[in-house]
């Protein structure tokens, strides 16, 4: 079945700064990646997704980017702010006509310092 | 606010109990899914339902069993308890069963003593 690994497992930034975090999958058929992001006593919170026909997507401050022959993709945050420490989570799945099975990596706890 | 409703927020009970966690999805989702997130396991899928049908099944234990109702809500039932299910449980949902992203819940906080 499909594996997704995720690096790194802990990051800590200065506000103002990028950040990049960075997911690799194991099945080639997967073509759904989105990420999500997890605050203290909340659910994950989808903030981006793309699909395998697309290398880059981008809204605002957050990127990001897939490599289907490497299976790799990665999240960008720019310009952070306090508000962007969370644990971030990025996740794989195969979209059939009729169902959905997300896979998700280990997540990434982002720190943003001031 | 995502819009999809998990009750209780937490639960706490004995090992061998069995429990029911509740879920509404959010209003247009036909589509409903249960996740389960523990230190060791991070977050994995359970199950997936469709408009009251299963469409998919991840490593859900044959001691758990869902079904969701004609009005959409879905229920898990977690039976002969044990320690090691203690875990957060996340409900998510969709317009469709594919190519829509899932919204997540809060979760419930099952812990077992």
């Known amino acids: 079945g499909e594996n997704v690994e995720q690096h790194p497992s802990t990051l800590s930034v200065q506000e103002g700064d990028s950040a990049v975090i960075k997911c690799t999958y194991s099945d080639s058929a997967s073509n759904y990646f989105p990420w999500y992001k997890q605050e203290l006593g909340k659910g994950p919170q989808l903030i981006i997704d793309?699909?395998?026909?697309?290398g880059e997507k981008k809204d605002q401050r957050i990127a990001v980017t897939l490599n289907k022959t490497a299976k790799h993709f990665s999240l960008h945050i720019t310009e952070t702010q306090p508000e962007d420490s969370a644990v971030y989570f990025c996740a794989a799945s195969i979209d059939t006509q009729g169902a959905q099975k997300l896979v998700f990596g280990q997540g990434t706890r982002l720190t943003i310092n001031p | 606010d995502s819009g999809v409703t998990q009750t209780p927020k937490h639960l706490i009970t004995a090992t061998g109990q069995r429990v029911t966690l509740r879920c509404s999805p959010r209003s247009g989702d036909l589509s409903v899914y249960w996740y389960q997130q523990s230190l060791d396991q991070g977050l994995q899928f359970l199950i997936q339902y469709y408009n009251g049908e299963e469409r998919a099944k991840g490593n859900i234990l044959e001691r758990f069993s869902a079904q969701q109702f004609p009005d959409l809500h879905s229920e898990l039932n977690l039976s002969s308890l044990e320690l090691g299910d203690s875990a957060l449980y996340f409900c998510a949902s969709s317009v469709y069963p594919s190519n829509q992203p899932q919204h997540f819940g809060d979760g419930t906080r099952l812990s077992i003593l």
């Open positions: 793309i699909r395998s026909n697309v």
